[in-house]
């Protein structure tokens, strides 16, 4: 078993899980673990739903509220079928973990499954001009202070040089983030893995010289297809940033050149004084 | 009291309200106005709440999910505070309406409130450039058949003339639409009317010749600011269709330029043989 799929929910209830030290940032677990987490309850809680189709295996959209931070750990995942539709089912979330003797949530979500099998994208953005992953910056070619957060170790990423300025303190400013991933044990994409992988990134916030926490508010990412094995094409970009909040889009294009992912996150920015103008 | 506040839940239970029958599009209530509905419920939740801070007065963020259309007449919302934070407030929103006998819902959704009050905007994008309202074309412009929806007559809705062939069977093909919004009875924009205003224009699905229903399933938006008075610039995009999904962008500058909202959302297409390729 992958080291992914290792901490999503499995089992008859489907809802209690544990997140490994492995994927945390910082003190937290990432926030695309605890969406694939949440997600596969979902699946599971969707598949045992007398008025479910068993079609509708795809997350195709989730919108998730991150209230407090993940910590590795056991966690719990209460599931609601809201709606099971014909084109999409659609239920919500509810992360918690036990902290200080009693049950904090974490995340609250709500997600629709559907079909992508099989499906023709009629129009799509095309993936940036980006050099092969061999000549691209992985975190072994980082500077020796740079320390590597826990979850780097999961992921092959190997970040575009003209976007990854900000390792050496020379951001670009232009707030934007390219990199090739995959998971580091081999284990190929499907549309759970992109959820989780749309939030694996570093934060685009270190391209315009924010290089603190910026953690994610609110999330809401789509996937548009069923990926192709191999390397992910990742883009970030931000365009707005205010009073302390700001908003990271991600493009996610599988090896065939198929744009089979995309979200935008709000998240907010904890490094007053850093950076270009007041946060 | 302006049209647009007529319809928002208000009261000591916060939670009961009237859908007027001036806000349809074909037999559905307008999105944007169940999601205001909502909001302007949780708001009131919020107010009461002993944890929350009085601050948190303006909309932030909020995800929506479309289950069923609603029509016009009476609506509940029920509402629950998931946490009162420093930076924002978190609720989730159940919008029913009772239909054959039994409570239906018609929307299911999470907010977070904030306050935006004397918020500098550090980075955003410029408005594009566009012809002034008297030169775009309203509604009154419009060819002999065209019959407006309801919701066209709350508005007051100019559109760029380069966005607007698919009136006259047209369209750009570039998946693009851009007009100058602001409500007909004078109503000034705030945080609330922004977020129901992202999603107040005709489906961008018009501007690639697809003329039919183009149904919201999920809906995000963020408020950058608070608006100020005056004409707000609407433009809508969309980069990526498929599978009878398509992704729309909405973005609102105020009438000083500022970026004061953006939205994404996921619709279904539902004209089969129409537009480019398979859907």
Redesign the interface.
Known sequence: MSEFDEILATGANGATGRFGDGWVIGNAVNGGIVMAAALSALADCLARDPAETTAHVDP??I?A?F??ASLPGEYHVDTEV??A?R??S?G?MSVTQQADGQRV?RM???A?F?N?GD???????EPPTMPPPEQCLSMHDSPAQFEAPAILHRLDLRLDPASAGWAVGKPSMA?RMRGWLRMADGREPDPLLLMAALDFLPPVAFD?GFMGWAPT??F?G?V??RPAPGWLLVELA??????????EDARIWDSTGA?VA?S?Q?C?IRVPGAG????
Chains 1, 2 share one sequence.
């Open positions: 195709v959209v919108s509220y209230t407090t809201v709606r539709g084109m999409l659609t919500a949530e609250r979500a709500i629709s559907g992508l499906l023709q994208l009629d129009r799509q953005p707030g315009l508010l609110e809401t789509h548009r297809k931000s365009d707005t940033l205010g009073g302390g909040l700001m908003e744009l995309q935008r709000l907010s270009p103008g007041k946060v």
